[in-house]
């Protein structure tokens, strides 16, 4: 990409964020965020929703509320029925609708691979943002949603899940991450949360990078507090994973310090893909147990304490 000279784009790439930040006034800014991918389901409806939960949560990630926006379709029209189209959409908007965003129009394409998602654009205080960039030494590190999706997908596409345990997988990927961002914005992000991204297509470690070298520290991950969906370990253990498992590990390369003989299987799952993953929270360590309490009272059940930030070592990223 070309540099960025425009000073009202306070955050961008330089930062490895998702959504990009452009200052309206000293009391507004924009939050911009775009994603779209294949289906990760054959249930049409259930995969706008969470194509649209997934484009949705790079705005809450930042801390910030949805306001518009403008659907991205390809589409195979002459070989499949325009219904299923109608049912993809029509997930999304309902979508859009429990986050308060208003869909403004969009643009369809021609093409044999079906492809969906949304280019958000929502509203942040100028001075509140939870940019990668500003995680500090001491913080503690919170997860809003457990890790596998990658390994349960696969199995999906497998045949090898029971309906019951892709039904727990479908409503967490359909799960906004809107009561993650409202629990940031009360503990009170610039002051007490420091930083904060989701975890998606680059995985825990690969999402967890970008938070560390943005902030010039080490992320510490306790290997034993890190939340598992159910059926994700088996999964894994049968090597069952996403095709991005071995690009993640392949990017982190040389960046991550584990343990001598590390569980395999869960090596599997925290390189892994999620799709419309969790919120990871870095906040002051004497505020952890409040925002732990104040994820919990919103609904988040599965949010978990799942390490710390040091100062920066010779490792961007250690478990232990």
């Known amino acids: 990409m070309p540099p960025i000279t425009d000073s009202r784009m306070t955050v961008g790439p330089a930062s490895f964020d998702d959504a990009g930040i452009f200052v309206i006034n000293k009391d507004l800014a924009l939050v911009q965020t775009v994603d779209f991918f294949p289906p990760v389901v054959d249930d049409p409806f259930m995969f706008g929703q969470i194509a649209a939960a997934n484009s949705l949560s790079d705005v809450y990630a930042m801390g910030g509320e949805p306001l518009t926006a403008l659907s991205l379709v390809c589409f195979p029209n002459k070989e499949l029925p325009l219904s299923i189209l109608g049912e993809i959409l029509r997930g999304g908007g309902e979508k859009c609708a429990e986050a308060g965003c208003t869909i403004v129009g969009g643009h369809s394409v021609s093409d044999p691979e079906i492809k969906f998602g949304f280019s958000i654009t929502g509203t942040i205080h100028p001075d509140h943002v939870t940019s990668n960039d500003g995680a500090k030494p001491g913080d503690r590190l919170f997860l809003t949603k457990p890790l596998g999706i990658g390994a349960i997908t696969t199995a999906y596409r497998k045949k090898a899940?029971?309906?019951?345990?892709?039904?727990?997988?479908?409503?967490?990927?359909?799960?906004?991450?809107?009561?993650?961002?409202?629990?940031?914005?009360a503990m009170g992000i610039g002051a007490n949360v420091h930083a904060a991204t989701d975890i998606t297509g680059f995985g825990l470690l690969g999402h967890a990078r970008n938070i560390a070298a943005a902030s010039n520290v080490t992320i510490v991950f306790n290997a034993s507090s890190i939340p598992l969906i159910d059926g994700a370990y088996d999964f894994a253990r049968r090597k069952m994973f996403s095709g991005a498992y071995k690009q993640n590990q392949e990017l982190l390369e040389g960046l991550v310090e584990l343990p001598a003989n590390f569980d395999e299987n869960l090596h599997r799952i925290i390189y892994d893909s999620e799709t419309s993953g969790g919120l990871l929270i870095s906040i002051a360590p004497e505020k952890g147990d409040e925002l732990l309490a104040d994820l919990k009272a919103r609904g988040i059940a599965d949010a978990v304490e799942v390490g710390r930030v040091e100062a920066r070592g010779q490792s961007l990223l250690k478990v232990v």
């Open 161 to 185: 899940i029971t309906p019951k345990a892709m039904d727990v997988a479908l409503k967490q990927m359909a799960t906004l991450n809107k009561a993650g961002a409202e629990s940031m914005r």
